[in-house]
């Protein structure tokens, strides 16, 4: 599937699966119309990766990942054959620029090609290129601010690759930090006056690094990312029980742990994170002009981790709270929301990606 200069950011109304391929698993996401809800999360299902199949953001063995999503998609039960994916932030170069307001579509298409040469170490020719038009300038009433997002081709090529030897045909490829953004907004429009005014930190706790993003006013005005994440306490299972890294994982997720598992290794692991969140917002602190955080939310497949939101709350004195980017769906009959309630947190970036279903 050759795809144009709308090749990154491209908007679907069909229906369509989020499709977010991590280094660890696969995770699919399917919303549909809601009845009383704008949406209804239809299905979801979530499948291990071969280790070593995803690498730095790389795909290194296509079958096994293609394999991984052939899973899900028979796990999940849809017919749904249309997909969103997103690319890996490493492998895309953002920038913000600002062009004249009021052109042609071809002649933006043409700007924009022009201005990304600037940006990009490599031949235009061997980029996907897209853009999306922000709004007004803010220093310059009589120009537009404009997002333009590009990635080689190869990258985007490996990832259509996959989804089509599972059978799936993707309409739009994202970015993960965009996605994720999506659904961080649709749970910011519950809050009181939906956000407005609020100082609002997330925390993607993942396997190997923490993503911080601050959102004011939809917003954001700060990025950061740190080492630290759920294979630290794997490993230390590892290390202490004597288990393969397969085994550490299932029995950390089970809690099937030895009775000193508590205060000899999640406990620190707990503080540690506590630690880095709180180190994250003395960072934002003083990078910024900004001297405050009204709410943390943590996302990720970590932030489940029982006793950590406590932690980071009571270490920062900031409100904490686990996010689900399903906040105020409806949910099908089929899906158990005990489960959803853990899996929830690490589906940001593929319920992102099928929120984009409902795109204007």
Do not use: W
């Amino acid at each position: 599937m050759a795809f144009s200069l709308q090749g990154l950011l491209r908007r679907g109304t069909q229906p369509l699966l989020g499709i977010d391929v991590s280094a660890s698993n696969i995770k699919l996401v399917e919303l549909v119309p809601g009845g009383k809800a704008g949406m209804r999360l239809e299905r979801y299902a979530i499948e291990p990766i071969e280790r070593g199949a995803i690498v730095d953001g790389n795909v290194e063995k296509p079958e096994a990942v293609a394999d991984a999503l052939t899973r899900a998609i028979r796990r999940a039960g849809t017919r749904t054959r249309l997909a969103a994916m997103a690319m890996p932030s490493a492998a895309v170069i953002a920038k913000r620029i600002t062009l004249p307001a009021g052109l042609l579509e071809e002649d933006y298409e043409a700007q924009v090609e022009s201005e990304a040469s600037q940006y990009i170490p490599f031949s235009i020719d061997e980029v996907n290129l897209d853009f999306q038009i922000l709004g007004p300038a803010p220093q310059s009433p009589d120009d537009v601010e404009v997002l333009l997002a590009a990635s080689r081709k190869e990258k985007v090529e490996d990832r259509v690759a996959i989804a089509e030897m599972a059978g799936l045909r993707p309409i739009v490829i994202d970015v993960e930090p965009f996605a994720a953004r999506t659904s961080i907004d649709h749970v910011t429009g519950f809050l009181p006056n939906h956000g407005e005014g609020m100082i609002l930190a997330v925390f993607d706790v993942g396997q190997n690094t923490t993503n911080l993003t601050v959102v004011l006013n939809g917003q954001t005005i700060f990025e950061r990312e740190q080492t630290f994440g759920g294979n630290q306490l794997t490993a230390d299972i590892v290390r202490l029980y004597g288990l393969t890294l397969e085994e550490a994982e299932l029995k950390k997720k089970s809690g099937d742990l030895p009775d000193n598992y508590a205060s000899e290794l999640l406990q620190p692991f707990i503080e540690q994170g506590a630690t880095e969140v709180a180190r994250s917002l003395q960072f934002f602190y003083t990078s910024t002009p900004h001297t405050r955080v009204d709410r943390i939310f943590l996302a990720g497949g970590c932030a489940v981790t029982a006793g950590l939101a406590e932690a980071v709350a009571e270490r920062t004195q900031v409100p904490t709270e686990i996010m689900s980017p399903f906040q105020g769906m409806e949910i099908a009959a089929g899906i158990r929301e005990r489960q959803l309630r853990l899996d929830a947190p690490a589906l940001m970036v593929g319920c992102g990606l099928a929120m984009r279903r409902f795109d204007a």
